[in-house]
């Protein structure tokens, strides 16, 4: 089970008109998301609550948490990664869809994180999916759940996870219908989200 330790509500706050699940990368934790939650997020985007989940494992890495191994990266290894831990994350967007009686949850992710929120498609009526230099890992054998629209933003230079996933997975996603995926190109900033590209972000889910 995931945790609920991490959780932000937005500065202008009526009701609640969305939940934003922010999926973080390997190796890190809720907590480092949860630090933009707060000096950026909640400033942005009103009547929103945040929350920041650890991944279920320890990394192997040796410091943070990991959604799945990463230690052999191939479709094949991916997909047994998120057909493992899919399953967790979607039980947990149900937990807390119903506690917090709200149907409208959107998805921030990235890297590994970007790679799990993606995989929702396929478990959960996501509205919403912003995916940082990530990938998707397209399971033909699975059937889609949710219609979300689906932001992918990417730099040119990430050598981490190369453009060319952004590409594959805006076709992709098309492929497994889809319909509502745009991708925005960051220039020169690698595996990182710049302020640029947070505020593509806020827009998007605005």
Known sequence: MLNNKYIIKSEKFNSLERLVITLHGYGTSGEDFAEVGKIFLSKKL??????FPDAPYDCACGTGKEWF?????????LRRGLDNTGPILA???????????CNNINL??????????????YYSCISKILAYS???????KK??????????VHSDDDTVVPYQNALTAKDELKQNGIDD????????????ISLE??????????
Request: charged share 20%.
């Open 197 to 206: 590209g947070w505020s593509y972000g806020v827009d998007f889910l605005s």
């Open 91 to 101: 039980d947990y967007i149900e937990k807390v869809s119903n506690e917090y009686k």
């Open 134 to 140: 990530g990938l998707f890992v397209s399971c033909t």
């Open 181 to 192: 995926v745009s991708l925005k190109t960051c220039h020169n900033i690698g595996h990182s």
């Open 46 to 51: 009103s009547n929103t609550i945040f929350l």
């Open 69 to 77: 191994d990463l230690e052999e990266i191939s479709p094949e290894s």
């Open 108 to 121: 921030i992710g990235f890297s590994q994180g970007s790679i799990m929120a993606l995989e929702m498609i």
């Open 143 to 152: 059937e889609i759940k949710s219609k979300a629209k689906v932001l992918l």
